[in-house]
């Protein structure tokens, strides 16, 4: 069933072709060469689907936020780890009486579970930045906020996969140096927190929109990376 994560047509349903891989993007699959992806549609019992949250149109998402699930700052280690946290938070945030989801985890073995569709299903991830973004959690395990090198790259395809999909200017914040702006942005805020919840078209952190989480969220390697894979760096601050 589709829940209300997104709501597909019959027709949109019958194109999409189980066995065919990628994200689902407004009604359509997006290939995500070398990732593996499951949607709620592929294998609802590994990837849930979501119903906190609203509707939306596509054309209201501007920008994508990262996650770590733990909030804590990390490196980035060789290789990958074998794991099925992704799934114990999808299942999480699926039944949880909390008021929160988001759309995609990327787990430290690589693969990717989605649980609505990331164009037209507003997550409640990122407070007053929830109807105009598409929110990714990078997983972290309860022994270290660490990421792996596959990790990595699996969220690096699925947010370029993302940016090419629905126009998304592929730039991150960074400061005066070049380096990934770690602080809030004082105009990213909540108007409630002093700001003018102002939007920014790009790649940004949870933790450049609110100090509820701090600077591990999702801290600077995946920013790193996503320079490093060409992604524009733009001075914020």
């Known amino acids: ?29 997006i290939p995500v060469p070398g990732v593996s992806v499951t949607t709620w549609l592929d ?21 994508i936020v990262l996650h770590t699930s733990r909030g804590v700052r ?3 280690r060789d290789g990958s780890r074998d794991s099925s946290r992704a799934e114990v938070l999808a299942l999480y945030q699926s039944r949880t009486a ?13 693969d990717v ?8 299903w507003a997550c409640w991830h990122a407070g007053h930045a929830n109807a ?36 998304i200017p592929k730039r991150v914040p ?8 770690a602080g809030v942005v004082p105009s ?8 003018k919840a102002t939007q920014w078209p790009g790649v940004l952190g949870h933790r450049n929109i609110t100090t509820d989480r701090g600077p591990g969220d999702p801290g600077s390697a995946i920013f790193e990376a996503l320079l490093s894979s060409g992604f524009a760096g733009e001075v914020v601050g």
């Open 74 to 76: 990390g490196t980035i």
């Open 98 to 110: 909390r008021q929160v989801s988001w759309c995609l985890s990327v787990d430290t073995d690589g």
């Open 113 to 120: 579970l989605q649980q609505c569709d990331a164009a037209r």
């Open 132 to 167: 105009w973004t598409i929110g990714i959690e990078m997983v972290q395990h309860p022994d270290t906020g660490d990421l792996w090198r596959v990790q990595v790259d699996a969220c690096v395809a699925v947010v370029g996969a993302l940016c090419d999909a629905l126009a």
């Open 188 to 195: 990213w805020r909540s108007v409630a927190k002093g700001g």
């Open 43 to 63: 294998d609802p019992k590994r990837a849930p689907p979501i119903t906190d949250g609203r509707e939306r149109s596509a054309s209201a998402v501007k920008s």
């Open 174 to 181: 960074v400061d005066a140096s070049g380096k990934p702006f």
């Open 1 to 29: 069933e589709d829940g209300m994560s997104g709501r597909l047509s019959q027709a949109e349903r019958a194109s999409l072709g189980l066995s065919a891989g990628g994200l689902i993007v407004n009604g359509v699959r």
